[in-house]
């Protein structure tokens, strides 16, 4: 029995061997004793999971993927599935850490990005599987093509390394595009307490006009009058770094 790839579900299964165990031995397992593997699917992640130390816990809405993965590995049990990742508040490790790791479904990629941020305090690590194009614009760096929104939002909470790329050919079926993977190690949130939603605002007001310049860009959220002088208004959104956002964003909140 095997089960059968769903297009609605964004289920491109992974075939190689070799590349799931580098996918998993891309998280360091340390400071955490609960891992979530997000779509499972046969388990060619799980597997490897299963064989360290950590608690595991399976984010699947597949029900066909929970039943194959119930009938052919003896660790899994009902209470290893939590339903859907985007769902999640995590209540069932009360409060303790948990690390993330999958072959993400592309259709839903930010958003799993952005769930992970929501829960920065509880998450770590992560290592997932992207569509290549998301993963070089999460871990992308200023004055680059790819550095944008989420370079930003997600480099604010967490240091980003991209790991490696994969072909579409060791996958069933194959997806039309390369693949890549990328590890988050939580950062100490550079300096960004309690300003979350006028940082992420004038980011992207930046980027939604990537083209102008701040001055222009920002004038939608009202720049204050203290500021309205600052260098970096001058400039284009990508040539902050992400300390340079940060900061303006609490001299701005200072200045309201």
């Known amino acids: 029995m095997s089960v059968k790839a769903k297009k609605h579900l964004g289920q491109h299964f992974l ?4 590349i799931a165990r580098k996918i998993v031995e891309g998280l360091n397992f340390e400071g955490y004793k609960n891992v979530m ?3 499972p699917g046969m388990g060619v992640l799980t597997k490897y999971l299963l064989e360290k ?13 929970i039943e194959y993965l119930k009938n052919n590995y003896s660790k899994i049990t009902e209470n290893t599935f939590v339903g859907d990742f985007l769902k999640q508040d995590f209540h069932f490790i009360n409060g303790e850490q948990i ?8 259709n839903i990629s930010s958003q799993i990005l952005f769930k992970i941020v929501d ?14 194009e998301v993963a070089e614009r999460t871990a992308a760096v200023p004055r680059t093509k790819d550095y944008g929104i989420l370079s930003v939002l997600i480099q604010a909470y967490y240091d980003v390394s991209y790991l490696f790329t994969v072909h579409e050919n060791v996958f069933n079926p194959p997806p039309k595009v390369k693949s890549g993977v990328i590890r988050l190690t939580r950062n100490p949130k550079k300096g ?3 300003n979350e939603v006028l940082f992420k605002q004038i980011v992207k007001a930046g980027f939604n006009q990537r083209r102008k310049k701040l001055s222009n860009s920002l004038k939608i959220l009202n720049i204050p009058e203290a500021l309205k002088t600052h260098e970096f208004l001058d400039k284009r959104a990508e040539e902050l770094s992400v300390l ?4 303006f964003a609490n001299l701005w909140k200072q200045n309201q």
């Open 15 to 18: 075939t190689d061997e070799n």
């Open 37 to 39: 593997e997000v779509g």
């Open 53 to 65: 130390d950590q608690s595991v816990y399976l984010a699947e809405i597949d029900t066909e993927s």
């Open 99 to 106: 690390a993330i790791i999958g072959n993400f479904p592309y």
């Open 119 to 132: 829960y920065y305090e509880q998450i770590p690590e992560m290592v997932g599987m992207f569509q290549k």
């Open 192 to 194: 960004l307490a309690g």
């Open 244 to 247: 340079d956002f940060i900061g």
